[in-house]
């Protein structure tokens, strides 16, 4: 498969999800394909189908915006920022990377790459919650400041 290809592929999810067209981003996968996300590791087009479903589901918005495609050999990496609305009103905005790839044409494995804190910290809620998330931040920064 060629840069090119491998290029468009990507390219190709993004719109798909984007659209939230679930279907259209399988089109790209291996049916054996492994979707690792930081929610967990999802095996097969059924599994993978079943992740992007409920996740659209609890996102009334998400967008993925390309900020850097790099390819090479049998692999791609996707620099992007994830922005959505929960369907609770809450707003996340987060940059994150995605590591395809490839066997035989299609997207054989996906490793995507988030800062787990700071989805944290951007949708605690309450006092707990956003004290909890905050005490964890200080304590990693520690020294930082």
């Known amino acids: 498969m060629s840069e090119e290809e491998m290029k468009s592929a990507v390219r190709g ?6 659209s939230r067209d679930v279907e259209k981003m399988l089109s790209f996968v291996a049916d054996d394909a492994t979707f690792i996300r ?20 609890h996102y009334s918005k998400l967008t993925l915006t390309e900020t850097d495609l790099i390819v090479g050999g049998n692999k791609a990496v996707l620099e992007f920022v994830s922005e959505g609305t929960a369907t609770d009103g809450m707003n996340q905005r987060l940059p994150g990377l995605a590591a395809f790839h490839f066997r035989n044409g299609r997207v054989e494995q996906v490793h995507d790459y988030y800062d787990r804190l700071l989805i944290a910290e951007q ?11 905050g005490a964890v931040v200080n304590r990693m920064q520690k020294g930082l400041r």
């Open 38 to 57: 930081p929610e967990g590791t999802f095996k097969g087009k059924e599994e993978i189908k079943r992740y992007y479903t409920w996740s659209f589901q």
């Open 123 to 133: 949708l605690a809620k309450g006092w707990f919650a956003k004290a909890v998330v």
């Open 13 to 18: 999810i993004v719109e798909a999800f984007n």
